[in-house]
Nanobody, 132 residues
Framework: QVHLVESGGGLVQAGGSLRLSCAANGFTLEHYAAGWFRQAPGQEREGVSCITGSDGKHSTYYADSVKGRFTMSRDNDKKMLYLEINSLKPEDTAVYYC???????????????????????WGQGTQVTVSS
C-alpha cells in the first residue's frame, strides 16, 4: 500500500531554512516520478519540484518561484524524499505535500510535472510558516 508521510515543517523567520522530508513506502521510489507541492490558504495547489522516474533520466524540475532557493533530492535506499528550502520568504508560507505519480507515471515529464492531477498518492502535508 502506497503511503507518504511528510515531516519537517515549522515556523521560521524570513531568510531562514528548513528541510522537509517525506517517507515513501509501498512502492519502488526510483521507478516513479515524485514531487513536492504546496498550497497556501485560498490558493490552488502549486507544483514546487519534481524528480521524474519512469523516463530513466531522473530529471529534476523546479517552479520559477523557487529556483535557486529550493533543492529536491531522493534517497532510494532509504525511501525518502527531501526538500531543502533556503532564503525563505513570507510568500513561501503554505502546507507542503509530497506526491507520487504511479498510474500515469509515463506521462509526467518536463512539460507537465506541475500538474497535480497526474499524481495518484499524496501525503497529509506539513505546514511551513514564514514570519517577516
Amino acid at each position: 500500500q502506497v503511503h507518504l508521510v511528510e515531516s519537517g515543517g515549522g515556523l521560521v523567520q524570513a531568510g531562514g531554512s528548513l528541510r522537509l522530508s517525506c517517507a515513501a513506502n509501498g512502492f519502488t521510489l526510483e521507478h516513479y516520478a515524485a514531487g513536492w507541492f504546496r498550497q497556501a490558504p485560498g490558493q490552488e495547489r502549486e507544483g514546487v519540484s519534481c524528480i521524474t522516474g519512469s523516463d530513466g533520466k531522473h530529471s529534476t524540475y523546479y517552479a520559477d518561484s523557487v529556483k535557486g532557493r529550493f533543492t529536491m533530492s531522493r534517497d532510494n535506499d532509504k525511501k525518502m524524499l527531501y526538500l531543502e528550502i533556503n532564503s525563505l520568504k513570507p510568500e513561501d508560507t503554505a502546507v507542503y505535500y509530497c506526491a507520487t505519480g504511479i498510474f500515469r507515471a509515463l506521462e509526467i515529464d518536463g512539460s507537465n510535472w506541475h500538474a497535480a492531477e497526474l499524481y495518484d498518492f499524496w501525503g497529509q502535508g506539513t505546514q511551513v510558516t514564514v514570519s517577516s
